[in-house]
T-cell receptor, first 112, second 116 residues
Framework: GQQLNQSPQSMFIQEGEDVSMNCTSS?????WLWYKQDPGEGPVLLIA?????ELTSNGRLTAQFGITRKDSFLNISASIPSDVGIYFC????????????FGQGTTLQVKP | NAGVTQTPKFRVLKTGQSMTLLCAQD?????MYWYRQDPGMGLRLIHY???????AKGEVPDGYNVSRLKKQNFLLGLESAAPSQTSVYFC???????????????FGEGSRLTVL
C-alpha cells in the first residue's frame, strides 16, 4: 500500500548541532506536512508545503517539498533541548480522497 | 476556544466490551479523522470522513466503526474490544486546504484506551 517512510527512526544529538530528517514515498503527494509531538500531547503542525520545490522556513526549521513530489526534508538548525520530541511527516494521498497518512516518526533527543 | 475535544480521556475495558469515543470540533471543518498511536508505529489512520454523512476506511479499520451524523461530531466505536486495541486514539479535523483536499490537522488531546 501507499506508505510514508521516515528516516532516521531516532537521533541523539548534542545541543547546538543541526538536524536533518526526511520522508519518502513511492507515491506522489500534493501536500507535505511536518508535525512535532511532545510527550502526552497531540501533534502540532510545524510547516506545510503545497508546491513541488517549495522551501519554507519557520524559525530554526526549514522544510522542502521534493521536486519529484515523492519526498520531503526537514532541517533543524542549532538544536536546543526543547526540540526534543517526535517529528512526523504526513500527507494526503493523491486523488483528493481526503485520506491523510503519517510516517512512522523520528524521535529526537538533545543532550544539553 | 475549544478546537477539537475528545471524550473520554481514559478508559479501561474488558475483552468483548463495547464503547464509543466521541470527537467534537467547533471550527466548521469538513474533514475529520481517527488515528491510533502505538509505540514505534507512528499514527495510523483508522477511519476518516470528508463531510457530514460520509465515512471511509483508513489503513487499519478492522474492529472499528464510525459515524458522522453531524458535521461537528465524529464517533469511533469498538463493538467487541480486544487487547490489540489497547492504544492512544487521536481525533483530528482539517479545513479544505490551499491545494484542495485536507491540509493542517488540528488534533484532540488523545484518549488512552486499555483493553484487559
Amino acid at each position: 500500500g501507499q506508505q510514508l517512510n521516515q528516516s532516521p527512526q531516532s537521533m541523539f544529538i548534542q545541543e547546538g548541532e543541526d538536524v536533518s530528517m526526511n520522508c519518502t514515498s513511492s507515491s506522489i503527494f500534493n501536500t507535505w506536512l511536518w508535525y512535532k509531538q511532545d510527550p502526552g500531547e497531540g501533534p502540532v503542525l510545524l510547516i506545510a508545503l503545497y508546491k513541488a520545490g517549495e522551501l519554507t522556513s519557520n524559525g530554526r526549521l526549514t522544510a522542502q517539498f521534493g521536486i519529484t513530489r515523492k519526498d520531503s526534508f526537514l532541517n533543524i538548525s542549532a538544536s536546543i533541548p526543547s526540540d526534543v520530541g517526535i517529528y512526523f511527516c504526513a500527507g494526503p494521498l493523491s486523488g483528493n480522497t481526503g485520506k491523510l497518512i503519517f510516517g512512522q516518526g523520528t524521535t529526537l533527543q538533545v543532550k544539553p | 476556544n475549544a478546537g477539537v475535544t475528545q471524550t473520554p480521556k481514559f478508559r479501561v475495558l474488558k475483552t468483548g466490551q463495547s464503547m464509543t469515543l466521541l470527537c467534537a470540533q467547533d471550527m466548521n471543518h469538513e474533514y475529520m479523522y481517527w488515528y491510533r498511536q502505538d509505540p514505534g508505529m507512528g499514527l495510523r489512520l483508522i477511519h476518516y470522513s470528508v463531510g457530514e454523512g460520509t465515512t471511509a476506511k483508513g489503513e487499519v479499520p478492522d474492529g472499528y466503526n464510525v459515524s458522522r451524523l453531524k458535521k461537528q461530531n465524529f464517533l469511533l466505536g469498538l463493538e467487541s474490544a480486544a487487547p490489540s486495541q489497547t492504544s492512544v486514539y487521536f481525533c483530528a479535523s482539517s479545513p479544505l486546504s490551499y491545494a484542495g483536499g485536507p491540509g493542517e490537522l488540528f488534533f484532540g488531546e488523545g484518549s488512552r484506551l486499555t483493553v484487559l
